[in-house]
């Protein structure tokens, strides 16, 4: 099934009930083929409401509704789940990314980028397509559309120190002119 294809009219429904599609999958549980949809508030990053289980049931009856009509077949096929994001919460545009800078997370790209597929890393700035990661004090890009699945690290990795520069969120991208510089060659230039 081509996720990208229903991706758009689910958003907009979604968006009708009051909520953001974070993150679309299909999954296979026991014999079941469930759609899997992961919600949050459309006004959750001024608002910081948590996605309620009452939210989830107001979502997914909605959804059902919704979908008897627009996509009958695609209902017969697959189980509708509707989750709120959860502590390790996939990152998917771009506004996820300036969401949660200054926080740790974990990603990995669908290509090797200079070797490697698997980056941990604390959140910097999103800009021209690329989020900025910091990775054992070394600041590295990753373009947007290579990036194959993100989530936020886990609260207890999150505890790590965070590097100084990252007290607070990141504001603006450091010059680096797109290669990577650790981050004591950056605070002596």
Not at 22 to 42: A, F, N, Q, S
Request: glycine share 8%; aromatic share 6%; charged share 30%.
């Amino acid at each position: 099934m081509d996720l990208k294809k229903v991706q758009p009219p689910l958003e907009r429904q979604l968006a009708l009930l009051g909520y953001e599609l974070v993150h679309l999958e299909t999954v296979r549980e026991g014999k079941d083929e469930l759609l899997r949809l992961y919600i949050d508030h459309l006004d959750a990053e001024t608002s910081h409401r948590k996605v309620t289980l009452d939210d989830c049931t107001a979502a997914h009856e909605g959804l059902l509704m919704w979908m008897d009509v627009e996509f009958p077949d695609l209902r017969e096929k697959l189980g509708v789940e509707v989750s709120s994001p959860g502590m390790e919460r996939p990152l998917v545009k771009a506004d996820h990314f300036r969401r949660f800078a200054g926080r740790l997370c974990r990603l990995q790209t669908a290509a090797p980028l200079n070797g490697q597929k698997r980056f941990k890393g604390w959140i910097g700035p999103v800009a021209e397509g690329g989020v900025t990661l910091e990775e054992d004090g070394v600041l590295k890009t990753v373009p947007l559309e290579a990036i194959q699945k993100a989530r936020l690290a886990p609260f207890d990795e999150d505890k790590t120190p965070r590097p100084k520069h990252l007290a607070g969120r990141f504001t603006e991208l450091p010059d680096t002119d797109g290669v990577e510089t650790s981050v004591a060659e950056q605070e002596e230039a």
